[in-house]
């Protein structure tokens, strides 16, 4: 007798690899996960995509503190002020920075995708991995400019 096809309720002595018998005799497909699919960009940035925008989240309440700092008057603002400048704070503003323009190219990378374009496995690989360097490129011009302006120092 020959296995019965993945699926069927017909019972087998062992289920294929990959599939897992169900309760009710079925032979289902396991659930893809990370030890059966192999890492791609694509998934990098679908990963990162919503981190940053839980970050970015994080960062419209600092948005909120500072305006709550500006409320509260001098000495409140003279505190935010100092903490957000520190080499800690420097860091937070820097990482929320480089979520921004992540979660931007990400966005436009989806736009794209919206019209049907770039939707191959390399056209999707390229688009993502433009979004990555985007981000890292545009965040180190802006703190470039930041720095050389004199608008931040440590």
Do not use: C
Not at 6 to 20: C, L, R, V
Not at 27 to 56: D, E, F, K, N, Y
Not at 108 to 131: C, E, F
């Amino acid at each position: 007798m020959s296995d019965p096809i993945p699926g069927s309720a017909a019972p087998q002595a062992t289920p294929p690899q990959f599939y897992t018998p169900q309760p009710n005799g079925r032979v289902r497909p396991t659930s893809p996960h990370l030890q059966i699919w192999r890492w791609h960009v694509t998934m990098l940035g679908s990963i990162l995509h919503r981190i940053t925008g839980a970050g970015l989240v994080g960062g419209l309440v600092l948005v909120a503190l500072w305006l709550g700092a500006l409320a509260f008057g001098p000495e409140a603002y003279d505190t935010f002020a100092a903490l957000a400048g520190s080499p800690l704070g420097l860091i937070v503003w820097f990482a929320l920075s480089l979520a921004g323009f992540y979660h931007l190219a990400s966005g436009v990378r989806h736009l794209i995708w919206d019209t049907g374009a770039g939707l191959t496995p390399k056209g999707a690989s390229t688009l993502t991995t433009a979004t990555l360097v985007f981000a890292l490129v545009a965040t180190l011009a802006f703190w470039a400019w930041l720095f050389s302006a004199g608008k931040v120092t440590l």
